[in-house]
C-alpha cells in the first residue's frame, strides 16, 4: 500500500516567518508533485521533481522554493510567509510509465499564516 | 500551457438519479484524462482514467467519455448514492511532462438520500 505522508496536518505561523512543508513517499516513486488546494480554485501546481536534486516550476511558483535531497522525500520551503499562503497544501507522487498515472496524495497541511 | 475548465462547481441530484460533469481542456497535445474524488477531509483519490484513443471507458457505475475534436471530456455517474457526495476534480496530461497533470476547478457533488 503506497504511503505519501506529510510532516503536520495543521501549522500556524507568522507573517514573515520561514515554513518548511515535508512529504516522504515509500514507493521509491521518481516524480514528486507539490499542489495548493483552494476553494473554487482547485489543484493549482506549484513545484514538482522528476528526480533527486531536479525541480520544475508549476503553474504558481512565486514565494515557493523547493528541495529534493532524497528520493523519497520532496521539501516546500515558503522563505517568508504571507497571508495570501493561507492554504490547504498537498503533495503527490507518481512513478514512471506509460499507464495509468496515479497520482498518490499526501493527507494534506492546512498552512494558516497570521 | 494547459487549461482544464470545469463544470458545474455544484451539483445537487436525488439519491439513484444520474450525474454528469463536464471538463474542456485546450492544449491538443493531451492525451491522458483521469478523475479524482475527494472526500470530505480526505486527500483526492484516482477513480478512473481516460486516453485520448478510447471514446468511452466504464467501472460500474462511472463512465467517462472524450471528444477529442471537440476538447471536451466528462464523468458520468449512474444510480448515485450517498456515498458518491465529494468533490470530483477532472485532469488533463500530456506526453513527455513527467506526468505531470492539470486539474480541473472541481465539482462538488451532493447526493440527496
Known amino acids: 500500500d503506497v504511503k505519501v505522508t506529510q510532516s503536520s496536518r495543521y501549522l500556524v505561523k507568522r507573517t514573515g516567518e520561514k515554513v518548511f512543508l515535508e512529504c516522504v513517499q515509500d514507493?521509491?516513486?521518481?516524480?514528486m508533485f507539490w499542489y495548493r488546494q483552494d476553494p473554487g480554485l482547485g489543484l493549482r501546481l506549484i513545484y514538482f521533481s522528476y528526480d533527486v536534486k531536479m525541480k520544475e516550476k508549476g503553474d504558481i511558483p512565486e514565494g515557493y522554493s523547493v528541495s529534493r535531497e532524497k528520493k523519497e522525500r520532496f521539501s516546500l520551503i515558503l522563505e517568508s510567509a504571507s497571508t495570501s499562503q493561507t492554504s490547504m497544501y498537498l503533495c503527490a507522487s507518481t512513478a514512471r510509465g506509460t499507464g495509468t498515472i496515479w497520482q498518490y496524495f499526501g493527507p494534506g497541511t492546512r498552512l494558516t499564516v497570521t | 500551457g494547459e487549461n482544464v475548465e470545469q463544470h458545474p462547481s455544484t451539483l445537487s441530484v436525488q439519491e439513484g438519479d444520474s450525474a454528469v460533469i463536464k471538463c474542456t481542456y485546450s492544449?491538443?497535445?493531451?492525451?491522458?484524462f483521469p478523475w479524482y474524488k475527494q472526500e470530505l477531509g480526505k486527500r483526492p483519490q484516482l477513480i478512473i482514467d481516460i486516453r485520448s484513443n478510447v471514446g468511452e471507458k466504464k467501472d460500474q457505475r462511472i463512465a467517462v467519455t472524450l471528444n477529442k475534436t471537440a476538447k471536451h471530456f466528462s464523468l458520468h455517474i449512474t444510480e448515485t448514492q450517498p456515498e458518491d457526495s465529494a468533490v470530483y476534480f477532472c485532469?488533463?496530461?500530456?506526453?513527455?511532462?513527467?506526468?505531470?497533470?492539470?486539474f480541473g476547478t472541481g465539482t462538488k457533488l451532493q447526493v440527496i438520500p
Open positions: 514507493m521509491d516513486h521518481e516524480n
Open positions: 485532469a488533463a496530461s500530456r506526453p513527455g511532462g513527467y506526468q505531470k497533470v492539470t
Open positions: 492544449d491538443s497535445a493531451s492525451n491522458y
